[in-house]
């Protein structure tokens, strides 16, 4: 049964609780679809201080379906610079390549300030008819049955006092995305696996008044100095308030032994660190001095019945690789086009376990990798630092000072063919021209089920009965061919036809996320691998029972 034939017996197909980026994405991509949403923020006030502050290319990828151009947005910015890891005396331990594109098509690395995106966002939700957002209420009560989710919210007793209005809402399905202490997650009886990785840090954001970066050359615009005095981040903080002045900056001071939260939040501690920098009240105003603590743990489970959770509610981690925010966007993407397919009848709910194996792997990976650069940077003895520094730099001298490439994440077990090149990984994505257009193919041609073949028509390596399941799943055929070729998409740049002799493929089955569904050379193996793929989607109908 489908979302609209039952719509009765629900106040809505989706809600949502905790609106942050990550839930008002969701929310967003279900809206998009038509699906109700209702989506529960606990602040009646938008949060207006930074956190976040910097993602990579895939979340470049995603932005664009919404419109967002992250190379010429004035709300974003972007360096072309390495990313430097230095010792005290300013020597090179490590760099990282966050100069060159991404196999997305896009820069790997931008920079933003959370508040401004978080508006767009929370106004491209509120521009779809079909998503309610209610500020202002609290998770109160979570059950669940064969049929839907029964939410009991209650307004903010920290805003109303503790006799607040309550609201049964009952729904088809639930996400939570509300935060560390997620309500959703401790009422599912979700337990986190904690890897005790614990460090303090002062998080200061700065709107400065001049052009810090010119003014600091050749100094990095961002890096990290692994001082065993005081291990700091020197970082971007996106744009300032007029997106054509000064851009904020950030600073992260590691807590050493016997410092206190009290004593290192002051402006006058700020102040303090902030002046080996040239920074002083003068030529900078301090927008948030906090402390945060780096933790490492996820989820143990991250979809329980007809209820999921995402972002910090299913996962944490230490903030060196910049990948916390980013992983949270993922899963909001992740939920949404199972959800979406879910409610529009044509995949069973039993596609939900693969949001936990996929995404959890997938988040398990940065958060090691993250806790790894962790304990690069956060040493405060002087031997050990001074092994490290002599390790790293020797190792830096042997491959000749090249800079590391960025980590290849994938996903863990789920809807892609294990025995495909490259699938679970993040496809790569080149400049195309068809009709008369020419830009990144998911601009030029679209996203979603896309499967592509490269100077063949994929649609005919199919049998009629997988042509059936790709138009269920609303799926495209496309055919790629080099310049002068006979297609309609022209692979402008050759990105598609190197990549495809790197993995040694004719055929890609790309997933909605970007995803590698599926690869082959030859109709033989794509008909093979494409049932793989429909299989693990549990698609519903006579479609999916159809014979050949």
Not at 404 to 417: A, E, K, R
Not at 471 to 482: F, P, R
Request: hydrophobic share 40%; charged share 20%; with cysteine.
């Amino acid at each position: 049964m489908t979302a609209a034939a039952d719509c009765g017996k629900f106040d809505t197909d989706v809600v949502i609780v905790g609106a942050g980026p990550v839930g008002t994405l969701l929310a967003i991509l279900l809206g998009q679809r038509g699906k109700r949403v209702t989506l529960i923020e606990r602040w009646s006030t938008h949060y207006e201080l930074p956190r976040a502050v910097t993602y990579d290319h895939e979340i470049a990828r995603i932005l664009a379906t919404l419109g967002m151009d992250s190379e010429n947005d004035p709300a974003i910015s972007y360096h072309d610079e390495l990313y430097y890891w230095k010792n005290r005396d300013g020597q090179n331990l490590q760099i990282v390549d966050w100069q060159s594109q991404s196999a997305s098509g896009w820069r790997v690395r931008y920079w933003f300030n959370q508040p401004m995106m978080e508006k767009r966002f929370l106004a491209i939700a509120a521009g779809q008819p079909s998503v309610k957002i209610q500020r202002g209420w609290v998770g109160k009560a979570l059950t669940q049955d064969a049929d839907g989710v029964t939410l009991t919210v209650q307004r903010n007793p920290e805003e109303v006092g503790p006799d607040g209005e309550t609201q049964v809402i009952r729904a088809r399905f639930l996400a939570g995305t509300d935060g560390a202490n997620s309500f959703v997650r401790n009422a599912l009886g979700i337990e986190n696996e904690d890897k005790g990785y614990f460090f303090d840090w002062l998080i200061l954001d700065m709107i400065m008044k001049y052009d810090y970066v010119a003014a600091r050359a050749p100094e990095p615009a961002q890096w990290q100095l692994c001082d065993p005095a005081r291990p700091t981040t020197v970082v971007p903080g996106g744009p300032g308030p007029d997106p054509q002045g000064p851009a904020r900056r950030r600073w992260e001071y590691m807590l050493l032994p016997g410092e206190t939260i009290e004593q290192m939040t002051t402006p006058a501690k700020a102040w303090e660190l902030l002046s080996a920098w040239g920074v002083t009240p003068d030529n900078a105003e301090l927008e948030r001095s906090a402390v945060y603590r780096f933790q490492a743990r996820w989820a143990k489970q991250w979809n329980k019945g007809r209820c999921l959770i995402g972002g910090d509610a299913a996962h944490l981690m230490p903030p060196f690789a910049g990948e916390g925010m980013c992983a949270g966007v993922r899963d909001a993407v992740a939920m949404a086009w199972r959800l979406n397919g879910i409610l529009d009848g044509k995949f069973g709910t039993e596609l939900l376990d693969s949001y936990t194996t996929e995404r959890k792997e997938h988040a398990k990976h940065y958060i090691n990798f993250s806790q790894e650069l962790g304990q690069i940077i956060c040493i405060h003895d002087e031997a050990e630092a001074a092994k490290r520094d002599a390790a790293m730099m020797a190792d830096l001298a042997a491959r000749g000072g090249t800079p590391v490439p960025t980590d290849i994440c994938h996903l863990g077990p789920g809807v892609w063919c294990g025995d495909s090149a490259h699938a679970g990984e993040l496809s790569v994505q080149g400049i195309v021209e068809s009709g008369g257009a020419r830009g990144r193919f998911d601009q030029v041609v679209g996203q979603g089920w896309v499967l592509f073949g490269y100077e063949t028509d994929p649609a005919q390596a199919l049998t009629e009965r997988q042509r059936r399941q790709l138009a269920q799943i609303e799926g495209l055929t496309v055919k790629l061919c080099a310049p002068g070729g006979d297609c309609e998409v022209v692979d402008a740049e050759g990105t598609f036809k190197t990549w495809l002799q790197e993995i040694g493929a004719t055929y890609v089955l790309i997933r909605p996320d970007f995803y590698v569904a599926a690869t082959a050379n030859s109709p033989e193996m794509l008909q093979e691998r494409f049932d793989t793929v429909m299989a693990a989607l549990h698609l519903t109908g006579q479609t999916a029972l159809a014979a050949e």
